[in-house]
C-alpha cells in the first residue's frame, strides 16, 4: 500500500479544456489519468445540463481524475493554474492498492 494524492478536475464539454489537459498530464507522466462524462450536471452557473436526446449540442459534465505522489500532484497543479481556465479541482490523499505498492 502507498498514499497517493488524487485530483479531480471538473470541466464542460463546451469548454474545449480537455485536449489541452489530458495534453499536460501526458507530458507530465502522471501515474494515472481517467476522464468521466456526465449524464447531469450543474455548475456555479445552476444550468443544468443532461444528455437528453433533443439536446443537439451537448455540454455536459467532464470530471478528470489522476494520481501520483503528493509532490507531483502539487507541482502539476500548480502548473495548470498557470495556465488558467481551470477553476474547479479538489485533491485528496488516497491509499493505492496495487501488487507493486503492496510489495514495497
Known sequence: METVTLARIYLR????LLARLLDTLRDESVRGVTVLRGIAGFGADREI????????????PLVVE??????RVTA????????GGLAHIVSWPVTLHTPEADAR
Request: no cysteine; proline share 3%.
Open 13 to 16: 464539454e463546451g469548454e474545449h
Open 49 to 60: 445540463r443532461t444528455a437528453a436526446l433533443a439536446d443537439l449540442a451537448l455540454d455536459l
Open 66 to 71: 489522476f494520481y501520483d505522489n503528493p509532490e
Open 76 to 83: 502539476i497543479l500548480a502548473h495548470l493554474e498557470i495556465q
